[in-house]
């Protein structure tokens, strides 16, 4: 099952998200540019367990090296397909960590998730001398924090039986779930050394983002943290929005939801709504006024059912103002 998308949109630009991305596309790029001293780069800056166990193996490497190791490992890759996955998913699930936690916490965060999966890791394999490079114990972690908080969003997925895509929608607390099942089962099976795969990483960092996660929310956001969110909070809700409409009453039929921002419902929008009903979907454009208040209700001429005669009766839905991100 490939993950497409999910269903929540983050409400500030996620600038540590792609600024990660970003670091470690540029550390590949200069990782594949060692060609012949590819394998003495990896294993200068991969996580190698027996470096810290091993006192002959140690001795060969500074303090600063076996300290550096251990964050440099999780910016380098495998190859195209693995950082490909990897940014993938924390493309994904990361925006929404950050939207929760704020642009500093979600950095702090996302290392230190890394180096929880690199310890566990560490502790699985002592004396291995086979480096472990990747960033998906941070990511793991990444998708521990989005277990909790959005367990009832929904990922797009792509599943290919034999020659034939599917697309379903997958509760996230389902798939996220079943991945990390599916982590267990692997490191379970396949005993020290993992196969060339840090599955007892995946595992640690999944379960450290969970518990580290509780405690960030302890700790309130500062000044200088929100002032940077509030610059960086998005300004605008999409332009296209889905609604799956409920029956109102005989007054107002056909009632749905209709989100904006709090700088949208100032100035006015344009959005164009997609409403799945018991003749199909139908788009129509809603205009909402300058100066609208959160639980307004607007009208839309000729979107509800049809009378006896044919005519189409008026729809009604409802503004819903969505909070500023840094209230969260």
Not at 31 to 45: D, G, T
Not at 84 to 110: K, P, Q, S, T
């Amino acid at each position: 099952m490939f993950p497409i998308r999910d269903a929540i949109r983050s409400r500030t630009f996620p600038l540590v998200n792609l600024g990660l991305i970003a670091l470690n596309v540029l550390v590949y790029f200069i990782q594949i540019s060692q060609y012949e001293h590819l394998n003495q780069f990896i294993f200068l800056y991969g996580l190698v367990p027996a470096r810290y166990t091993v006192p002959e193996i140690a001795a060969h490497f500074t303090f600063s090296e076996q300290a550096f190791s251990f964050l440099s490992f999780m910016f380098l890759h495998g190859g195209f397909w693995h950082i490909l996955g990897n940014m993938w998913f924390l493309y994904i699930f990361g925006d929404n960590v950050e939207d929760h936690l704020g642009h500093f916490r979600y950095l702090a965060f996302y290392l230190l998730c890394g180096w929880a999966s690199g310890i566990t890791h560490l502790l699985f394999n002592l004396t291995s001398q086979m480096p472990t490079i990747g960033a998906s114990g941070a990511i793991a972690g990444v998708m521990g924090a989005y277990f909790i908080l959005y367990p009832r969003s929904r990922v797009l997925t792509f599943i290919p039986l034999i020659i034939i895509p599917y697309f379903f929608e997958i509760p996230a607390a389902f798939y996220i779930g079943l991945w990390f099942i599916f982590q267990f089962l692997s490191a379970a099976a396949s005993g020290p050394g993992g196969g060339g795969i840090a599955w007892w990483a995946h595992i640690g960092g999944f379960l450290f983002g969970i518990i580290v996660l509780k405690l960030f929310d302890l700790f309130p956001r500062f000044g200088r943290i929100s002032s940077l969110e509030q610059v960086t909070t998005r300004k605008t809700s999409p332009r296209i929005q889905v609604m799956k409409p409920y029956r109102g009453d005989d007054v107002r039929p056909l009632i749905g939801t209709l989100a904006i921002t709090e700088q949208e419902a100032v100035r006015g929008a344009r959005k164009m709504i997609s409403i799945s009903g018991a003749e199909g979907k139908k788009v129509f454009s809603v205009t909402v006024p300058p100066g609208i208040r959160d639980g307004t209700i607007l009208r839309l001429a000729g979107i509800g059912r049809r009378e006896d005669t044919g005519k189409a009766l008026d729809g009604y839905i409802k503004i819903l103002i969505e909070p500023p991100a840094a209230g969260r």
